[in-house]
């Protein structure tokens, strides 16, 4: 018989060889080879490529915004374009020093085909540059451009254009981009690029957040750019008509631009769909062709503040994007790759609550504000005109005895002036309170203010799309597309 000591050593020597068993599979991958061992990369790299990042964008809210649909229009055999491509895949996201990354070295990742840590804008965590995609199809001649909801030097985007050791450097992000050679910039994000102390016309711009005289938009004007910005002007843009090898740089908004649930209700700037069909009119003048990375980055933030109608409406804009690079595709089926992607997901969401078996997302239809950009500034200590007010714009009619509470709660919180991070993380508590209420009458709800170490779907269509299928880390998604551009990423020896 075993003693317990004997014992514990043999669980300990078989646990130990099952993990060295995994890891040596795990370290040795067949890359980009068939159930047939043959490879699956094959013919003359794809002139035009669509790169699509979901920022937050996992399993679950993808189905969100396709079963959305399906209840709202009564059409059961409606798709989303990213969930209908041909060639699909899962992919792992942590970083180099987290199983839960952030969009920085998850978008370092996706860009570079390099693991970094969290924070770290394409450089190794000691500080060197790593090659990125949009660099080297620069460098093969072809344009480029990059396409966002968010600020034009948030994390994604600054992971294809910058180098930088951290993410919150944006003044510094956005005079890399002068020396990037992007042809096509669009998004938010226009105080990084204005001086200090500027002041303008433009209300929706607000204060530079500069910290030095530079104009930068003058400065890409001098270059050459055709420069929009504000969403003074927007129709501007819209009316654009390109001739031959423009570049643009547009920042509509001073920070992000609006959640497209707000976006839709004035459409002061342009949606996320427009603008990709702006980047492909410009960016297809080029005879060598294009490299576009569009990121749908608000998905991510509607993910932070719990805000399920949010998410779902910046998912369907976001697919609506990906159908502008589909039409492309019918044109030029031959020549064109597009791969969706997401960097991780944002929330935790779960489609199902406690004992249910059912979703019930129709209980959104009535929302018609964001949580996070409106809904958080509502409640002015004034408790039956907040009731009406999410009653009106919110959807929550005929609150119960224990939704009441829930928002009472909340309500005595702010008016104390107190804080419950633990509950309602670092948004308002009585926004919090609200959304999570409408989460649970539509039997779906969140595990957490931040990111999840969830693995993530990816599609494609195209050229090689098939190369991305199977089970990947984000690293090679970026891997496989350089092998099949014929890039040349920079490889990081790894330590014996």
């Known amino acids: 018989m075993l003693s317990k000591k004997n014992l514990k050593s043999k669980i300990f020597a078989g646990a130990l060889a099952f993990t060295l068993l995994v890891g040596n ?57 990213i969930n209908n491509l041909p060639s699909v895949g899962i992919n792992t996201t942590h970083s180099l020093n987290s199983l839960v990354t952030d969009s920085a070295a998850a978008g370092t990742a996706l860009a570079t085909g390099n693991k970094t840590n969290n924070g770290v804008i394409a450089k190794t965590p000691d500080g060197k540059d790593v090659t990125t995609l949009i660099e080297e199809a620069e460098r093969n001649g072809k344009a480029t451009g990059i396409v966002t909801t968010t600020r034009l030097t948030h994390a994604t985007p600054a992971s294809f254009a ?117 980047a492909i009119e410009t960016l297809s003048k080029d005879e060598d062709g294009f490299f576009l990375m569009v990121e749908g980055g608000r998905i991510d933030h509607a993910g932070h503040a719990n805000d399920l109608t949010g998410v779902i409406h910046d998912v369907v804009a976001f697919d609506k994007a990906v159908k502008e690079a589909i039409d492309f595709y019918q044109e030029h089926k031959d020549e064109t790759l597009i791969v969706v992607v997401g960097d991780h997901e944002t929330g935790g969401m779960g489609l199902g609550f406690g004992k249910n078996y059912f979703l019930k997302l129709d209980q959104l239809k009535d929302v018609k504000v964001s949580v996070e950009d409106t809904l958080q500034n509502v409640y002015n200590g004034n408790r039956e005109e907040y009731i009406k007010y999410i009653q009106d714009n919110f959807g929550l009619k005929d609150l119960t005895q224990e939704e009441l509470k829930e928002l009472n709660k909340a309500m005595d919180i702010v008016d104390k002036g107190q804080k419950d991070e633990k ?54 998604i970026a891997k496989t597309m350089a092998e099949i551009m014929d890039f040349k990423l920079t490889e990081i020896k790894k330590a014996k």
Do not use: C
Not at 28 to 43: F, H, R, W
Not at 50 to 78: C, H, M, P, S, W
Not at 219 to 230: A, H, I, P, R, S
Not at 427 to 456: D, E, G
């Open 423 to 476: 509950t309602y993380g670092s948004y308002n508590p009585v926004a919090i309170a609200t959304t999570h209420i409408l989460s649970k009458r539509a039997n779906a709800y969140w595990t957490t203010f931040a990111h999840s170490a969830t693995q993530i779907p990816m599609s494609a269509i195209g050229v090689n799309a098939q190369a991305f299928e199977g089970f990947k880390d984000n690293t090679e």
């Open 162 to 278: 910058s180098h930088n050791i951290s993410r919150n450097n944006e003044n510094e992000i956005a005079l890399d981009y002068l020396d990037s050679g992007v042809d096509f910039f669009a998004g938010g994000g226009a105080r990084h690029f204005l001086p200090q102390g500027w002041v303008d016309a433009m209300p929706s711009i607000g204060k530079s957040k500069r910290t030095d005289d530079r104009n930068l938009l003058s400065e890409f004007d001098d270059q050459g750019y055709k420069v929009f910005y504000g969403a003074e002007q927007s129709d501007s843009f819209r009316n654009y008509k390109p001739s031959e090898q423009e570049k643009v740089f547009a920042a509509f908004t001073g920070s992000h631009m609006p959640y497209e649930i707000d976006r839709m209700q004035n459409n002061n700037v342009p949606s996320l769909a427009e603008i990709t069909d702006k």
């Open 25 to 81: 599979f795990g370290n040795k991958p067949l890359d980009n080879v068939s159930a047939s061992g043959k490879s699956d990369i094959n013919g003359k790299a794809p002139k035009y490529v669509f790169y699509f990042i979901g920022d937050g964008l996992g399993a679950a809210q993808r189905q969100a915004a396709e079963y959305y649909v399906q209840e709202t229009t009564k059409n059961k055999d409606f798709k989303l374009n």
